[in-house]
């Protein structure tokens, strides 16, 4: 098996331009997260997907954001346009079924916005 | 509503001495407890969970913790720290409120281990 894959791993662009992270799950699990990682902020649920359905985007911070699933091996995070505040480490994490499980994660995408 | 405490941010203690890292929680149902370590540069792992069986659970590197619901804590545990358990450390709350879908993280507590 081999984890959940997130690309890019590190990514360093110029505020105003897209950004697009990608995720690919483990194959058979049905729940998907997207998280951000900062010093400030810690680790924040962004928004989570069950069976390819955005179940809760609270926290996704503003309109910039868009995460979609368009089948249950494939997610993406969009920013656009992005800004310096939303650097940070994104990580992409998945859950087979049932509430007791555990989240797999990816080793994360490094976000630097200049 | 479900909530999840660590109570220290930061644990400093020298190689070979026992670790304790706190944790406290809310849950309204029965709740999957998880204790996350990450690593510098790294994703998170699971070190060890707890789901309604035994209340103390063994995890990986010898690390292990006790669920008590009278005192809604889950507390990490290592009988000797090693230079390489230095890193964050994550307590992680799950339950049927949400279907089961959300899982809750705590603030973090960073471990730092002395020669």
């Known amino acids: 098996d081999a984890g959940v894959i997130q690309s890019p791993r590190h990514e360093v662009t110029e505020m105003g331009q897209e950004v697009t992270l990608r995720c690919k799950p483990i194959?058979?699990?049905?729940?998907l997260f997207w998280y951000r990682q900062t010093m400030m902020r810690g680790l924040e649920l962004l928004i989570y997907?069950?069976?390819?359905?955005?179940?809760?985007d609270s926290g996704m911070p503003e309109d910039r954001f868009s995460a979609k699933m368009p089948n249950a091996s494939f997610s993406t995070l969009k920013i656009q346009p992005s800004e310096p505040r939303d650097s940070a480490v994104y990580f992409c994490?998945?859950?087979?079924?049932?509430?007791?499980?555990?989240?797999?994660f990816g080793e994360g995408s490094r976000l630097t916005v200049l | 509503a479900q909530s999840v405490t660590q109570l220290d941010s930061h644990v400093s203690v020298s190689e070979g001495t026992p670790v304790l890292l706190r944790c406290n929680y809310s849950?309204?149902?029965?709740?999957?407890l998880f204790w996350y370590v990450q690593h510098p540069n790294k994703g998170l792992q699971l070190l060890l969970k707890y789901t309604s069986a035994a209340t103390l659970v063994k995890g990986i590197n010898g690390f292990e913790a006790e669920f008590k619901k009278s005192e809604t804590s889950f507390h990490l545990t290592k009988p000797s720290a090693h230079m390489s358990d230095a890193a964050e450390y994550f307590c992680?709350?799950?339950?049927?409120?949400?279907?089961?879908?959300?899982?809750?993280f705590g603030a973090g507590t960073r471990l730092f281990v002395k020669a």
């Open positions: 994490a998945s859950k087979g079924t049932g509430n007791t499980g555990e989240l797999f």
């Open positions: 849950s309204s149902y029965s709740p999957s």
């Open positions: 997907f069950n069976n390819n359905v955005p179940i809760d």
């Open positions: 194959s058979g699990h049905n729940s």
């Open positions: 992680v709350v799950s339950d049927g409120s949400t279907g089961g879908f959300k899982t809750i």
